[in-house]
């Protein structure tokens, strides 16, 4: 209440946040404090295009209306009951939301990281009740420069000397394989044969810088593990619920929601991990689906979290499924960033500082044409930033463009002006 009558500027508020806060990020120098649709204002009252949407998890935009609606709604009757008991929001849900994407079960719980546990967790637990493995035994193979979060266990298996340095000793019971690469997948499942109980990968690796792999890579990986009866986990996350132009990357360029002809040509996961945009960033909310021979392994006592599946995270995830439905937003998303990447791949001929343009739907990167250890990229996003849009390097010198979805054609190309500007103006 003082503060905000004291109307005090970005630095104060980035001090505070230095002396008081564990040193864990490293944000652009921007202070937040509104947003609204594609839209975020910082502290001084500065208007900018956000670029990053929460990685993510903002696809339905700031502060969508309908979203905060429930939210509000439902915190103001029932916020928690722990699953100790029943509440008359949570089976409405799971109802809705194994339709929505087509799993007999799901699991809920908050953040991300926690579902990839949940997801671990059952995959192993089949894997020694249903598929034999013997006690203690079984192998997940991952990617190589995955990320899937940053718990003890994820990042046991990560390739990120930032994220793993000085956290061991480390789970064992993973095996990396280079991403996008059959062969060597192939190698490994011949190589630890029966042992094998998952296979856990991103469909686009989003933090690794929007590496999209070759078309095929994902529907022959997922046939490489029915095959050897390995549970194909995919982590969708970031890539999931619009944000690649389809209702999940796994779905390829298809945009129907889940709900076409197609569908059947498409690879389904035996495991499905969800966050972020499952509540449009209002409230964490994650969720694991899978069918019942999988999910049936979870008996009472072997899994939870006091605030998984609360009732303000059911009614805010259904609003926030069902926003990016009435809104076609998968569709925009598949539209918008055909037209980003062709103005940019443009851009990319013109500017010998980008090297490279990739994605799919509005989730985008550009290489910069400098070492990854470079302040290049992080230069051009403060740039970006005076002149009124949002974005962050990944790993250098990678920049990812990810605008929530509801953004406009007209809106598109004012962002993508920006962009052209600051590159073509930017003087190292
Ligand atoms: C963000 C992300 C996670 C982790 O989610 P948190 O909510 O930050 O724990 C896991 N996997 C992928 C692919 C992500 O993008």
Excluded at 137 to 153: L, S
């Amino acid at each position: 209440m003082q503060e905000t009558l004291l109307q005090k500027g970005s630095q104060h508020y980035i001090d505070l946040e230095d002396k008081h806060g564990a040193h864990n990020y490293h944000p652009l120098p921007v202070v937040l404090a509104k947003g609204d649709g594609v839209y975020l204002w910082d502290v001084e009252g500065k208007k900018y295009y956000d670029f990053l949407s929460a990685y993510s998890a903002v696809n339905q935009g700031h502060c969508h209306p309908r979203i905060v609606g429930k939210m509000k709604e439902q915190a103001e009757t029932l916020t928690l009951t722990s699953r100790a008991f029943y509440n008359n929001r949570l089976g409405v849900y799971e109802k809705y939301v194994t339709e929505y994407f087509g799993f007999d079960k799901v699991l809920p719980m908050n953040t991300g990281a926690e579902a990839v546990e949940t997801a671990i967790k059952i995959c192993r637990k089949w894997g020694y009740e249903k598929k034999g493995i013997q006690p203690n035994d079984a192998i997940v193979i991952v990617c190589g420069q995955n990320f899937h979060g940053r718990t003890t266990t994820i990042i046991s298996f990560s390739s990120d000397p930032d994220a793993k340095g000085n956290f061991g000793p480390y789970t064992p019971g993973f095996v990396p394989v280079e991403y996008n690469n059959l062969e060597a997948l192939m190698e490994v499942l011949n190589e630890y044969g029966d042992r094998v109980a998952g296979f856990l990968v991103e469909p686009i690796q989003g933090e690794a810088g929007v590496f999209v792999p070759d078309a095929d890579f994902i529907p022959k990986a997922a046939a490489l593990c029915k095959e050897r009866n390995v549970l194909f986990i995919a982590d969708e996350i970031q890539t999931g619920i619009a944000r690649t132009g389809g209702l999940l990357a796994v779905c390829g360029d298809c945009s129907c929601q889940g709900h076409c002809e197609r569908q059947a040509s498409f690879t389904t996961p035996d495991i499905l991990i969800l966050g972020k945009a499952l509540s449009g960033g209002a409230y964490p909310v994650s969720a694991v689906l899978a069918n019942d021979p999988i999910m049936g392994v979870i008996k009472p006592g072997q899994h939870g979290s006091t605030f998984g599946g609360n009732p303000v995270a059911c009614e805010v995830a259904i609003e926030a499924l069902e926003v990016v439905r009435d809104e076609k937003l998968a569709q925009n998303s598949r539209k918008l960033g055909e037209l980003f990447r062709s103005k940019l791949q443009k851009l990319a001929d013109e500017s010998d500082l980008v090297s490279l343009v990739r994605g799919r739907g509005l989730l985008n990167a550009i290489v910069i044409n400098d070492t990854p250890d470079s302040s290049t990229a992080w230069d051009i996003c403060v740039q970006l930033k005076e002149n009124g849009l949002l974005a962050k390097p990944t790993h250098g010198n990678i920049i990812r463009f990810a605008p929530p979805l509801v953004m406009t054609e007209e809106q598109i190309l004012d962002c993508i002006r920006i962009i052209k500007e600051t590159i073509l103006n930017f003087k190292k």
